[in-house]
Nanobody, 123 residues
Framework: QVQLVESGGGLVQAGGSLRLSCAAS????????MGWFRQAPGKEREFVAA????????DYADSVKGRFTISRDNAKNTGYLQMNNLKAEDTAVYYC????????????????WGQGTQVTVSS
């Protein structure tokens, strides 16, 4: 059974930082691309960032480029999202996702999803 468990969310002031983690189990993590999505209240879930299985390729939404960094540690079966210079509009539930194909993360249809972690940025 595949499980993706996010952690690290919370309340932070605008301009602050948070690091989200995604612990994976039940799959050969090093063979999967992984990514992060978010859903703000009243809005559709949107792509945030993705990283290939080897960390050789990363992709970001324009809204987070230069502020967020996606990374992974295959030895720990864990992915990360470092979020700096947070803004009120970054407030959302953040979801970890994984798929064999990175393209599935880019188009928003990955095979596996986590349950989400809340990030709230106060202005």
């Amino acid at each position: 059974q595949v499980q993706l468990v996010e952690s690290g969310g919370g309340l932070v002031q605008a301009g602050g930082s948070l690091r989200l983690s995604c612990a994976a189990s039940g799959l050969t993590f090093s063979s999967y691309a992984m990514g992060w999505f978010r859903q703000a209240p009243g809005k559709e879930r949107e792509f945030v960032a993705a990283i290939s299985w080897s960390s050789g390729t990363t992709d970001y939404a324009d809204s987070v480029k230069g502020r967020f960094t996606i990374s992974r540690d295959n030895a720990k079966n864990t992915g990360y999202l470092q979020m700096n210079n947070l803004k009120a509009e970054d407030t959302a539930v953040y979801y970890c996702a994984a798929d064999i194909r990175r393209s599935k993360l880019i188009d928003g249809t990955p095979g596996y999803w986590g349950q989400g972690t809340q990030v709230t940025v106060s202005s």
